[in-house]
C-alpha cells in the first residue's frame, strides 16, 4: 500500500474551493481532532460529514485509513451520496461502506441534518447496548428527554435498505442511539452536531459510571422536562445552538495543533 500519511501527501486548498466551503472544511477538521482529543475514537473507524454548501448533493468525510488527528481541512474528501469521490486529485480513499448511515441522513435532505456525527466510543456502545437508553440522571442528560431517537442493530450497516429505516427512526431529532452499535448526532452546523454529540457522549459516560456506582436516581418527569428545555436554551447563542460552545473548542484545537487548518 502507498504511504498516504499526511507527512507524505502534501494537499492544499481545493481548485475552485468557495470561502464557504473552505470555512465548512476547517471546522469539520476540528471536530475531527475534538473527537480524537476527548478520547472517542475507535482507531481510524466512524465518521463526521457534512453537506458541502451549494446545489450540488456533495459531502465531505475523512480521509480512510488517517488518524483523526491526522484531518486536515485540505485532505477532508468531496463525494457524492452514493460515496463516490468527487475530488479526483485528492489521493486518498473513502470508506464507502461507513457512508450508508450518514447518507441516509443527508438524503433526508433537512436543514436540521446537514452536519452528521457517528462515533463508537467506549461509554457510547455501552450505552447503546443498554435497553433503558438515556435516562434523566444529570442535568446534561436531562438535553434529551423528548429529544432522543432509537434506531435498533440491523447488523453491520452496509445495506442501503437500512436507510429509510435509519431516517424514519430519527425524525427530527438531533441525536440517536444505534442500538448495540454507538452514537450519532446531527446538526444545521458543525457546532450544533458537535455540542449534541459532547452532551450525548456525556450523558453515556455519566450514566455508565453512575450505574456502575449504585442505584440510578431518576429525575422526575416534569422536573426533567423542564431541566431539559432550559439545558438546551441555555446552549442557544443567537439562535445558533452550540456555536459558542464551538468557537472555545477551536481555540483550544489551534492551541493543541493548528494543523487541521492546513
Avoid at 52 to 63: A, C, K, S
Avoid at 172 to 194: I, Q, W
Wanted: charged share 25%; proline share 3%.
Amino acid at each position: 500500500m502507498n504511504d498516504l500519511s499526511p507527512a507524505t501527501v502534501r494537499l492544499s486548498r481545493p481548485s475552485g474551493c468557495s470561502d464557504a466551503e473552505w470555512d465548512l472544511r476547517v471546522k469539520l477538521a476540528a471536530a475531527y481532532r475534538m473527537v480524537d482529543h476527548f478520547g472517542w475514537c475507535e482507531l481510524i473507524y466512524g465518521h463526521l460529514t457534512a453537506k458541502v454548501p451549494g446545489p450540488d448533493l456533495h459531502f465531505l468525510i475523512n480521509p480512510y485509513g488517517l488518524n483523526y488527528d491526522e484531518v486536515t481541512a485540505s485532505n477532508l474528501v468531496k463525494i457524492d451520496v452514493e460515496g463516490n469521490k468527487i475530488d479526483k486529485d485528492n489521493p486518498y480513499p473513502v470508506n464507502q461502506a461507513g457512508f450508508v448511515i450518514h447518507s441516509a441522513v443527508h438524503m433526508a435532505h433537512s436543514e436540521n441534518h446537514k452536519v452528521v456525527m457517528h462515533t463508537h466510543s467506549r461509554s457510547g456502545m455501552a450505552l447503546a447496548a443498554v435497553k433503558e437508553g438515556v435516562l434523566p440522571i444529570s442535568m446534561g442528560s436531562t438535553a434529551f428527554v423528548d429529544r432522543i431517537s432509537y434506531h435498533d442493530y440491523e447488523g453491520v450497516s452496509l445495506y442501503l435498505d437500512e436507510r429509510e429505516r435509519i431516517v424514519e427512526n430519527l425524525g427530527d431529532n438531533h441525536a440517536m442511539v444505534l442500538r448495540n452499535h454507538g452514537l450519532l448526532t446531527t446538526g444545521r452546523t458543525v457546532g450544533e452536531a458537535f455540542l449534541w454529540l459532547y452532551r450525548l457522549e456525556r450523558a453515556a459516560q455519566v450514566q455508565i459510571d453512575a450505574g456502575s456506582a449504585g442505584t440510578l436516581n431518576i429525575i422526575g418527569g416534569n422536573v426533567a422536562k423542564k431541566s431539559g428545555d432550559d439545558v438546551n436554551s441555555f446552549a442557544a447563542c443567537e439562535d445558533s445552538y452550540g456555536e459558542l460552545e464551538f468557537a472555545a473548542l477551536m481555540r483550544k484545537m489551534d492551541k493543541i495543533d493548528p494543523s487541521f487548518r492546513e
